[in-house]
């Protein structure tokens, strides 16, 4: 059968002599796996089409679990993706997160809505660490994951402060802390910005300014949680982690890519109009 879908590349490898299988994020049918025949061909017309990252328009038959491509186009390359080393890494970690989380055949209009919102906010040159956070959120809200913010998971107490518990759900009061010792202690602000993650769609994602300080509780939490409910060990992200290090050794901030690109757009502001700190806006 002849299927018809807009997709974006979540992963690719090389397939026997000249081919590749690609898996591709599409709104109606979830992820999809497809043999490209002579991608890897100088000449192929399709070898861009099997690219990670390609965002494209692909026909192909299908009968067991594996697709065959008959034709596509190209609608957006994000070729800034490729370019660099840490574009390609925080592009990469997206993509495999994804890969990962998510099941075949699940359909995943909203996921693949935001991945993209991702692959171009990256591309547009916007924190990636404030991205890849945000889409974390999103990621494990799709798997089923998503944690309860807003009050107590245990006696369900509206005010504040609490405790992030990962193996407990989301919030924990201070009367219910002792439920898990573990539980982090996280700043407003942190707090803020986890709820923004939470409602957020990623295309109104605007810049968010945020403290180096603030950004590294919220990596924290998001991988307690990411540790805790899909226990991905990802290859993309220890080599994150290494990049990361490496940078911190030469005292440099994450290199952000094109500035100019697209428009700097507040959106954010409307869900957190206050973030408890002058120097940060979210
Ligand atoms: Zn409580």
């Not at 692959?119 to 040159?125: C, I, K, M």
């Not at 220890?238 to 690109?261: M, S, T, V």
């Amino acid at each position: 059968m002849l299927y018809r879908a807009e997709g974006l590349v979540i992963r690719s490898t090389d397939y026997g002599e000249g081919n590749k299988i690609i898996t591709l994020l599409t709104p109606s049918f979830g992820k999809q796996g497809i043999v490209v025949r002579g991608a890897k061909k100088l000449k192929s017309r399709y070898g861009s089409l099997a690219q990670l990252f390609t965002y494209g328009d692909y026909s192909y038959y299908r009968s067991g679990s594996l697709g065959t491509l008959n034709s596509g186009e190209i609608i957006e390359s994000f070729q800034e993706l490729r370019e660099g080393l840490e574009g390609p890494a925080y592009a990469a970690y997206a993509a495999e997160l994804t890969d990962r989380a998510i099941n075949d055949d699940e359909a995943a209009a909203y996921l693949f809505h935001q991945l993209k919102a991702c692959q171009t906010a990256l591309a547009e040159g916007k924190d990636p660490q404030i991205v890849l956070r945000a889409y974390e959120m999103k990621v494990v809200s799709a798997a089923g994951y998503a944690p309860m913010l807003d009050e107590c998971v245990s006696c369900g107490k509206l005010e504040g402060p609490f405790r992030f518990s990962a193996g407990g759900g989301g919030a924990l009061c201070l009367s219910c802390r002792h439920r898990d010792p573990n539980a982090l202690e996280l700043s407003e602000t942190a707090w803020k910005i986890l709820r923004v993650f939470l409602a957020i769609d990623l295309r109104r994602l605007g810049n968010i300014a945020v403290r180096d300080r603030t950004k590294k509780e919220l990596q924290l939490a998001l991988r307690r949680w990411l540790d805790t409910h899909l226990n991905l060990n990802l290859k993309s992200r220890n080599f994150l982690d290494q990049l990361e290090k490496y940078g911190d050794l030469l005292g440099e901030r994450p290199i952000r890519a094109n500035p100019e690109r697209g428009s700097a757009t507040p959106a954010a502001a409307e869900s957190a109009p206050e973030t408890g700190a002058e120097d940060e806006t979210v």
